[in-house]
């Protein structure tokens, strides 16, 4: 592109040359090299600069990890976005011209090539990352009773779509997500179920679940403000007792089935701070806490952020 913009302006000097009435050879050599560093000058001015340069991380991801997408920018311009699938997801300022867009997958994203594509004042930027295969295990619970014929509430739906439609600025969390319950792991992200019998169609494990006695303590997993307390009596019948968390810039948590809260709304709180307690609320078959960790409205896999850290 560069090298056939520069044999057009040098057509152009040549032609200029051929209609001004210089006789000197020197003069006309002279004139000819002044037009064409004016023209190369030009050239160099109008073409675009270079577009966004993209990092992916982690660079080999699978199913239900959250992609960060760091960009960097020439100038400290205004924050690209990145679109995926037809989904558009923001990006924050990580430092100077450097940004950062978190992109779900979940175990309904296709294993194999994933197109990304970066927006911004700086042009556009298309880059491909291949999301690994995986396999996620099948798991049969019996209910029994009331909880075997529970349904949702309009009330705690549109709470809990209110918290994972937020986009805080401000980022809380910082580093590795903490564990949010001394229990054992009685249920893994991800995994697939049958209900007495009937296989859930279409569903997939939006959590970890962690099981412990009824009173267990419950810790913040990160920073973060404390957005929904919903309880059962007020309509959180599905969930149960339930607290909602905004750890900023589209990550959000979701922990349900509690039997008592050690916080309200609008509180601010650390990692590791305690903020309610284990219980069997709702639709549980026992005492577990419900761990959902939410990526710009998607249920992502917890254990990628405990572990690894999205930064």
């Given at each position: 592109m560069v090298f056939s913009s520069l044999k057009t302006l040098q057509s152009v000097a040549i032609s200029i040359l051929k209609r001004l009435s210089i006789k000197s050879t020197r003069q006309r050599w002279l004139l000819f090299i002044a037009t064409l560093s004016a023209a190369v000058v030009w050239s160099a001015i109008a073409i675009p600069a270079q577009a966004y340069q993209v990092q992916i991380l982690p660079t080999s991801p699978v199913r239900g990890d959250t992609l960060s997408v760091v960009i960097r920018a020439e100038t400290g311009s205004a924050a690209p976005t990145v679109t995926v699938g037809g989904e558009t997801y923001p990006s924050f300022m990580l430092s100077g011209n450097r940004y950062r867009a978190l992109v779900p997958t979940s175990p309904n994203t296709k294993a194999g090539n994933l197109a990304i594509q970066i927006n911004g004042s700086e042009g556009t930027e298309n880059v491909t990352v291949n999301i690994g295969a995986r396999s996620f295990p099948t798991q049969y619970i019996t209910l029994s009773g009331a909880s075997a014929g529970l349904e949702g509430t309009d009330h705690e739906f549109d709470r809990l779509d209110e918290l994972r439609a937020l986009r805080t600025p401000q980022r809380y969390w910082n580093g590795p997500m903490g564990r949010p319950s001394t229990g054992?792991?009685?249920?893994?992200?991800?995994?697939?179920?049958?209900?007495?019998?009937?296989?859930?169609?279409?569903?997939?494990?939006?959590?970890?679940?962690?099981?412990?006695?009824?009173?267990?303590?419950?810790?913040?997993?990160?920073?973060?403000?404390?957005?929904?307390?919903?309880?059962?009596?007020?309509?959180?019948?599905?969930?149960?007792?339930?607290?909602?968390?905004?750890?900023?810039?589209?990550?959000?948590?979701?922990?349900?089935?509690?039997?008592?809260?050690?916080?309200?709304?609008?509180?601010?709180?650390?990692?590791?701070?305690?903020?309610?307690?284990?219980?069997?609320?709702?639709?549980?078959?026992g005492p577990n806490l419900h761990w959902g960790l939410f990526v710009n409205g998607i249920a992502v896999d917890p254990v990628q952020w405990r572990y690894d850290g999205v930064e």
């Open positions: 054992y792991v009685s249920s893994t992200y991800g995994l697939q179920r049958y209900y007495n019998g009937v296989f859930a169609e279409d569903y997939y494990h939006r959590g970890v679940d962690y099981a412990a006695g009824n009173g267990s303590p419950i810790y913040a997993p990160a920073a973060g403000k404390i957005i929904v307390v919903g309880r059962v009596e007020d309509g959180f019948v599905l969930n149960g007792n339930t607290l909602g968390i905004d750890h900023g810039q589209g990550v959000t948590s979701v922990m349900i089935h509690l039997s008592g809260f050690a916080v309200k709304e609008g509180d601010i709180v650390e990692k590791g701070q305690l903020i309610g307690y284990m219980g069997s609320t709702g639709f549980a078959s």
